[in-house]
T-cell receptor
């Protein structure tokens, strides 16, 4: 099992450009999450999907949209990138009764 | 609002020098407290989940404990490979499934 995978690993954008960050999990998990991690701020929840077909806002949703394409895939879209969105983005999915979140390797995004 | 504060921000130890990391939390009913390890350039890796005050869990040189207001991650006789950022997160009861609030992390460096 690959666990949680994310693409791309690194991306540079210019202000105003759009892009989609991809996330997939092969653990048959129902719930998936998108976080951003900034120095001194910890991990902050952007959006989550409790189950296929549902999505909800997290702590910092402004400037982002998400799509739960199917049970395996959960994508994050930046419609018009801003320098404030320079960050490391992590996708996670949840397992079993312990509610352990398993994280992907991250996407490093630089917006110029 | 749920809050998690970790201390110290950074900790430098000599190999074999035992110490503890602290995670203080404020939450309206604790559903679970999670510890993760994060290596540079990688996603968080799950270590422990604690559910109730008095609970303890161990894994190799690490031991996590929980009280009603804080959790400690004790590191016994650390080795250089224990160097990483350690993240604490809480899940409040009544929140949507899997939503976590993270602390800022403690950067641990173990010198040989």
């Amino acid at each position: 099992n690959a666990g949680v995978t994310q693409t791309p690993k690194f991306q540079v954008l210019k202000t105003g450009q759009s892009m989609t960050l991809q996330c997939a999990q092969d653990m048959n998990h129902n719930s998936m999450y998108w976080y951003r991690q900034d120095p001194g701020m910890g991990l902050r929840l952007i959006y989550y999907s409790a189950s296929e077909g549902t999505t909800d806002k997290g702590e910092v949703p402004n400037g982002y949209n998400v799509s739960r394409l199917n049970k395996r895939e959960f994508s994050l879209r930046l419609e018009s990138a801003a320098p404030s969105q320079t960050s490391v983005y992590f996708c996670a999915s949840i397992a079993g009764l312990q509610e352990t979140q398993y994280f992907g390797p991250g996407t490093r995004l630089l917006v110029l | 609002e749920d809050q998690v504060t970790q201390s110290p921000e950074a900790l430098r130890l000599q190999e074999g020098e035992s110490s503890s990391l602290n995670c203080s939390y404020t939450v309206s009913g604790l559903r679970g407290l999670f510890w993760y390890r994060q290596d540079p350039g990688k996603g968080p890796e799950f270590l422990f989940t604690l559910y109730s005050a008095g609970e303890e869990k161990e894994k190799e040189r690490l031991k996590a404990t929980l009280t009603k207001k804080e959790s400690f991650l004790h590191i016994t006789a650390p080795k250089p490979e224990d160097s990483a950022t350690y993240l604490c997160a809480v899940q409040a009861s009544g929140t949507s499934y899997g939503k976590l609030t993270f602390g800022q992390g403690t950067i641990l460096t173990v010198h040989p």
